[in-house]
């Protein structure tokens, strides 16, 4: 009999479950929730470590509630996700409750995962004991300023050694860009391995292509790469490199110094490229407010700028939401993570 009643109620179990989410699993009664950030209290704040989103790995993320009033009879809080009111069976959170009214409530959620693609809205509210209204907190998506100037980057998880970090950050001030934009990009195009090379042919910690080499070399004219690189089949290319007949005095990409330039300046010019009358025609038009400059710079870094001005065309200011830029739409959210991981510092992750 208690067999019986266990399959009957894992059946109903698994009849109301909806689609996981980050937190666990939803139902799929789970009603919509209107996030109304207009509701404040002046004695109640709520943060979180990281203050943003995380994409690229399972990371740890710590909820804090001040509230001196906090009532652990009347304790509730809820998790809203892409305008969902989250009813989980199962909560894995830790809940830690405070001693006196000058500590928070300290809620943590241990290798949450938050996909890079897709939409990912998360908020958290919580109900002031006895009102019926609660105080909405945000989690907001990763933050990277193009030119933002840092001194030091805090690359995590990856093992960098400090040499080819200094190197980044050098290189980086030379060209006014973000030193921790450039660590991010090499992160998502190489994993900082100065020989990788991919399918498409590109090689070298920022992933150069031969297309984009002729662009790069228009600026650096004494940049050359291994001869028909482009026709070698890529098996043979990964045989030459394994025996060092393509190396970094043939092939400027193997280079690090050179190839942290190279995709600087690669970036340039598609700053250029989107600086021009006719491409400002069609920013100002797709995106009547703020044009995201960052964005359309590593999307076209990725698909090309070509593919990403056909989508801006068609789809205007939900262009990376369409289908031919579904990789382009991972690698700009990869990126601007790691941008924002590596600037924040490795304590504030895992």
């Not at 804090?64 to 009111?85: A, C, H």
């Not at 989690?139 to 933002?148: G, Q, S």
């Not at 110094?257 to 069609?282: F, H, M, N, V």
């Amino acid at each position: 009999m208690k067999s019986l009643v266990f399959l009957l109620h894992s059946l109903i179990m698994a009849s109301c479950a909806g689609p996981t989410t980050p937190f666990g699993g939803d139902i799929l009664i789970s009603e919509n929730f209107v996030v109304d950030k207009n509701f404040q209290h002046k004695d109640i704040h709520i943060k979180t470590t990281p203050e943003r989103q995380y994409y690229n790995s399972p990371y740890n993320l710590k909820l804090k509630i001040f509230d001196p009033n906090f009532d652990l009879n009347n304790f509730r809080y809820e998790i809203i996700y892409n305008n969902k009111r989250l009813n989980r069976w199962f909560k894995s959170e830790d809940i830690k409750v405070p001693n006196n009214k000058d500590e928070p409530v300290e809620i943590s959620f241990k290798n949450l995962s938050l996909l890079p693609g897709h939409i990912n809205k998360v908020a958290f509210v919580y109900y002031p004991n006895g009102s019926e209204k609660p105080i909405v907190h945000s989690l907001k998506v990763p933050e990277c300023i193009r030119n933002l100037k840092i001194t030091d980057l805090n690359i995590a998880p990856f093992n960098v050694n400090q040499k080819l970090e200094d190197k980044i950050i050098t290189i980086a001030k030379k060209y006014d860009h973000n030193p921790s934009l450039i660590a991010a990009l090499i992160a998502q195009e190489s994993g900082f391995k100065s020989h990788a090379l991919s399918y498409a042919k590109a090689l070298g910690l920022t992933q150069v292509t031969p297309v984009a080499h002729r662009e790069i070399q228009r600026f650096r004219k004494d940049w050359n790469i291994y001869p028909k690189f482009e026709k070698t089949p890529f098996y043979k290319l990964k045989t030459k490199l394994l025996t060092k007949e393509i190396n970094h005095k043939n092939d400027w990409r193997l280079n690090p110094d050179r190839s942290i330039e190279g995709g600087i300046i690669y970036l340039e010019y598609l700053k250029k490229y989107w600086s021009t009358p006719d491409k400002q025609a069609i920013l100002s038009k797709a995106f009547p407010q703020d044009i995201p400059k960052l964005d359309i710079l590593l999307a076209s870094y990725n698909s090309g700028a070509f593919r990403v001005k056909k989508s801006i065309i068609k789809n205007e200011d939900n262009w990376l939401f369409d289908k031919n830029l579904n990789e382009a739409r991972k690698y700009v959210m990869n990126i601007k993570s790691y941008c924002y991981a590596f600037h924040k510092g490795k304590n504030d992750a895992r």
